[in-house]
């Protein structure tokens, strides 16, 4: 039976670390065998050792796999719907009156694509019922699994517990899988042309810059305060003067130093 010494786990630790500031705690050993363990298969390696190697010579598109594997990807749309509706009610008619200027919005850690998609959704609404505005949305992500996953568009009822359904009915068409065992949902065009999927390592400089919100939730929860001061950093970087950062309602800014002002649960304003 595949197992993972101290030793072998915190070189792991250092790796996941070094590569994209998350930090796992002791208490994920045990989660970093299970989520390794068929690829050590597939490579036909018996020890944690074996794959460590591999790892440490950086060969192939092995770094990525490992990302890939360890990295949390939950989400859902309209997580945290208190946002949403501030960014609907307060952030957007706010942008809106700086005539002739796109609306720049970035997910930063966007996982499958539920959160960019509920920010576009909820800019759709907007301009739907206060006409005349551009926006765009940039969504990122590490992971180059889940930015695959998310641009198909293609998502199953447990996405959408918090979303209202007429937004389903006017967003997404309902296919049955081939089996017919269950329901899937496909984001309509018209929403995905405003979304650019791509991948960015948060630990680096995004190479867009003036961006008016960025969505940074529920990653920070794997970062240590290192990690978290070279993130925000790198994110009040890319965003415009006045501009919004979102981060979850179980995450703070309170130990990190930043030019930032916290307005609303989660909200803050440069
Ligand atoms: C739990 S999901 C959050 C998804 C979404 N923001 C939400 O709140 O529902 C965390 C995401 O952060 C990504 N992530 C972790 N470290 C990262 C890094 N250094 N750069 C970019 N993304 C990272 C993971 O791949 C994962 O998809």
């Known amino acids: ?90 952030i957007l008619p706010e942008l809106k009156s700086k005539p002739g200027r796109e609306i720049r919005i970035w997910c930063a850690a966007c996982s499958t694509g539920e959160e960019p998609y509920s920010v576009a959704i909820t800019c759709q609404e907007f301009f739907r019922h206060n006409p005349g505005g551009r926006y765009s949305i940039y969504a990122s992500d590490v992971n180059s699994d889940v930015l695959s996953f998310a641009r ?10 918090e979303t209202p359904p007429n937004l389903t009915t006017r967003y997404f068409s309902q296919t049955e899988n081939v089996a017919k065992v269950r329901k899937e949902f496909v984001i309509k065009q018209n929403l995905k042309k405003n979304i650019r999927f791509m991948q960015h390592n948060l630990l680096k400089p995004f190479a867009e810059k003036k961006i008016d919100v960025i969505f940074l939730r529920n990653v920070m929860i794997y970062f240590d305060n290192d990690s978290k001061s070279k993130v925000v950093n790198n994110l009040i970087s890319s965003l415009s003067p006045g501009g919004y950062i979102m981060i979850s309602l179980s995450e703070s800014l309170n130990d990190v130093s930043s030019p930032l002002t916290n307005i609303f649960s989660g909200v803050y304003k440069l």
């Open 1 to 90: 039976m595949l197992a993972i010494t101290d030793t072998e786990f915190e070189q792991i630790k250092k790796i996941m670390y070094a590569r994209t500031g998350v930090f796992l705690k002791p208490s994920k050993k045990q989660l970093v065998v299970t989520r390794l363990r068929k690829r050590l298969e597939q490579l036909d390696l018996e020890q944690f050792q074996e794959y460590i190697h591999l790892l440490e010579k950086n060969q192939g598109d092995e770094l990525e796999f490992f990302i890939n594997a360890l990295t949390t990807n939950e989400t859902y749309f309209f997580r945290h719907t208190k946002q949403f509706n501030y960014l609907y009610e307060k």
């Open 152 to 161: 198909t568009g293609q998502y199953l009822e447990r996405s959408f517990k």
